[in-house]
């Protein structure tokens, strides 16, 4: 397992992206914003805790004041090179 503070600048976000080899946990700690998983929206805040299973498509956009979330990866393989890059949905 790995864990990593992750700070999104007001209205950034990350890649849509899924994982082969590891689970994902992330817990928002400051700001709002919305996350999506596998094509659902939801509004997220201080407190939240989304959970991602492998081959999740999942990607997090900060809110107006920015986001801050503690991610946890959990696998079998911990690598920046698993990681699959899609289009977001519309």
Same mark, same amino acid.
């Given at each position: 397992?790995?864990?990593?503070?992750?700070?999104?600048?007001?209205?950034?976000? /990350?890649?849509? &992206?899924? &994982? $082969?080899?590891?689970? $994902?946990?992330?817990?928002?700690?400051?700001?709002?914003?919305?996350?999506?998983?596998?094509?659902? $929206?939801?509004?997220?805040?201080?407190? #939240?805790?989304?959970? /991602?299973?492998?081959?999740?498509?999942? *990607?997090?956009?900060?809110? #107006?004041?920015?986001?801050?979330?503690? !991610?946890?990866?959990?696998?079998? !393989?911990?690598?920046? *090179? #698993?990681?699959?890059?899609? $289009?977001?949905?519309?």
């Amino acid at each position: 397992s790995m864990i990593v503070k992750v700070t999104l600048n007001p209205g950034h976000k /990350m890649n849509y &992206h899924s &994982h $082969e080899k590891r689970d $994902e946990i992330w817990t928002i700690i400051a700001g709002s914003g919305k996350t999506i998983v596998d094509g659902m $929206e939801q509004l997220v805040k201080v407190g #939240d805790v989304v959970s /991602m299973a492998a081959g999740c498509k999942h *990607t997090v956009i900060a809110g #107006d004041q920015g986001l801050q979330l503690i !991610e946890i990866q959990m696998g079998r !393989e911990i690598s920046v *090179t #698993d990681k699959k890059k899609y $289009e977001m949905p519309v």
